[in-house]
């Protein structure tokens, strides 16, 4: 069996329940995959034992909406005592998480979360990057984990414990290309970063060592979550 480090990123409201920030601008059915990935992450993690490390978000007003403080989603996790940055219920941290709070969307960006997920090195088999959003904070923390732990400990993004929004899955739907789901997994895999459906996939998936070349190997723009 394998031991894993699990790295749960954002399961607060404002990114799993379709009535929070983000799901009140979209159709509740925007959220249907994403309420799935709760209820099996939340499964998941129970039944492991190895490191953990829940991730939460502290924003600056107008950070996601360009400046602009008319936007809906201007103030997205910038009161941490707001409905919005609860925890989701289902993914309430466990007594033995390392909790951390993020101020961008990239966790590698705070110090904390470098030195939990380095502790994992040595420890764990693999260091699963799982939760909300996949192609947004998710995709960018996977990145930087995979560049700075190469070598040493595989980094994998599970499909089945990482979602978001269905149309960011669907090429008709009129979003970002940085936050298009099949664009981001290819700049991952291109990145080193193991892509599987399911976590006990992943050694099978590294061993088959399939690469997609990235659309575009520029670093992304700074991404609004749309």
């Not at 909300?132 to 190469?150: N, Y």
């Not at 070598?151 to 008709?172: C, K, Q």
Request: one cysteine or more; charged letters at 20%.
């Amino acid at each position: 069996m394998h031991r894993f480090g699990l790295v749960v990123i954002d399961p607060v409201r404002a990114f799993t329940d379709p009535a929070g920030v983000i799901g009140r601008i979209h159709p509740a059915d925007q959220f249907s995959l994403i309420v799935e990935t709760v209820e099996r992450l939340a499964s998941f993690a129970a039944a492991q034992s190895g490191p953990k490390v829940w991730v939460t978000s502290l924003y600056a007003p107008g950070q996601f909406s360009g400046g602009d403080m008319g936007h809906p989603l201007a103030h997205l996790c910038t009161d941490p005592a707001s409905a919005d940055c609860a925890w989701d219920p289902r993914l309430v941290p466990p007594a033995d998480a390392f909790v951390v709070t993020k101020t961008d969307m990239d966790a590698g960006s705070c110090l904390a979360f470098v030195e939990a997920t380095e502790a994992m090195v040595g420890d764990v088999d693999a260091v699963l990057i799982t939760g909300f959003w996949l192609s947004a904070c998710v995709a960018a923390t996977a990145a930087s984990c995979a560049q700075r732990l190469t070598g040493r400990v595989p980094v994998v993004v599970p499909l089945s414990l990482a979602a978001t929004r269905l149309g960011l899955y669907d090429p008709g739907d009129d979003h970002p290309a940085v936050v298009d789901v099949t664009t981001r997994l290819a700049q991952l895999r291109a990145g080193g970063v193991v892509i599987c459906d399911a976590p006990d996939a992943w050694r099978s998936e590294l061993t088959n060592g399939r690469r997609v070349p990235p659309p575009d190997a520029s670093p992304p723009p700074r991404a609004r979550y749309p």
